[in-house]
């Protein structure tokens, strides 16, 4: 018997391969009475809940999209203790845990204490956790180094671009969620890491995307999102709402970001006219984004689920 659920939205209709359905026998929610009349060809998964599987904590969701899986960070305890649980699992598109511990901080000569963003690039996956930056073979879960910052407080977001550079935020937050002033957005190029920008003022920076030849990031503290451009100048500061987390940049120059404060994710277009495009979901940390899908991936931190929707 698996522990795996599925629930569905009832708003929307569900439709999963058949031998999800098969898998799943009672266990579903159900939302599924159309079983008799399900065709025969395996259908996609539009809407979905993953949970009851093992998600402890998760922080984010990132689409490996050459393997076409997704990766989910477990933070397993509270945000910033160095507690040597952390994990990272391997989800399919159609909701399946390939791997609940694809790296696990439990295991021998593995550390991951609170994992938070990932970024993958040349082969390698960077795992921000706690105040270092972890790499890990993408394909095997294999460390293969780290980078710690010292006075870094809460390392959050990461983020490449298409050089291999690799960004992440300080959100700046002690275990109370009280500000350290160490707001920073760092950049790692050529085994180096340097601040690009640290200041207090950043506003507990969270979310960076790679995007319009610079960074966007949002922040948890003020709910803004601004511009970084390679010299470091900040542009555009605009409020947003509550208490962002994560952004996905979209093709069009606009990007989606979640919103713990509006249980929500809100899709900023290029001319920065801000629309809501998924509600009712509380706590939604470092969203993921399935370019091939057309699909967001919102993992729902205080309820230990991954949730699908269609962005349309
Ligand atoms: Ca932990
Ligand atoms: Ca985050």
Redesign the pocket.
């Known amino acids: 018997m698996t522990a795996r659920t599925i629930s569905t939205d009832p708003r929307t209709l569900l439709t999963l391969p058949l031998f999800l359905l098969a898998g799943c026998g009672g266990g579903a929610d159900d939302g599924a009475g159309e079983g008799a009349d399900a065709p025969a060809a395996p259908r996609e998964v539009a809407e979905m809940t993953v949970e009851n599987v093992g998600f402890a904590t998760p922080?984010?969701v990132l689409h490996l999209t050459d393997a076409d899986v997704y990766l989910v960070s477990n933070i397993n305890g509270a945000p910033l203790d160095a507690d040597g649980n952390g994990f990272i699992s391997r989800l399919s598109p159609e909701g399946e845990v390939l791997e609940l511990r694809f790296i696990d901080g439990a295991a021998e000569g593995v550390t991951l204490n609170a994992p938070?963003?990932m970024a993958a690039t040349g082969g390698t996956l960077y795992v921000t956790d706690i105040d270092c930056l972890r790499m890990f073979d993408v394909a095997t879960g294999a460390p293969t180094g780290e980078q710690c910052i010292e006075g870094a407080t809460f390392l959050?977001?990461v983020a490449a671009d298409s050089d291999g550079n690799v960004y992440f935020?300080d959100?700046g937050l002690d275990a109370a969620f009280e500000g350290t002033g160490a707001d920073a957005i760092y950049m790692l190029s050529g085994g180096t890491v340097a601040p690009v920008l640290a200041d207090p003022s950043l506003g507990r920076p969270?979310?960076v995307a790679s995007m319009n030849g610079g960074l966007q990031i949002v922040t948890?503290g003020s709910g803004e999102s601004y511009f970084v451009a390679p010299t470091g100048e900040r542009s555009g500061i605009t409020a947003i709402a509550g208490s962002l987390?994560?952004i996905e940049p979209l093709e069009d120059g606009g990007y989606l970001v979640s919103s713990w404060g509006n249980s929500a994710v809100h899709r900023v277009a290029a001319d920065g006219t801000v629309t809501t495009v998924v509600e009712g979901v509380d706590a939604p940390?470092?969203i993921g984004f399935d370019r091939t899908r057309s699909r967001i991936l919102i993992p729902l931190f205080n309820g230990d689920a991954v949730v699908f929707r269609t962005l349309r």
Do not use: L, V, Y
């Open positions: 922080e984010s938070k963003g959050n977001d935020t959100s969270n979310g948890f987390d994560g940390a470092d």
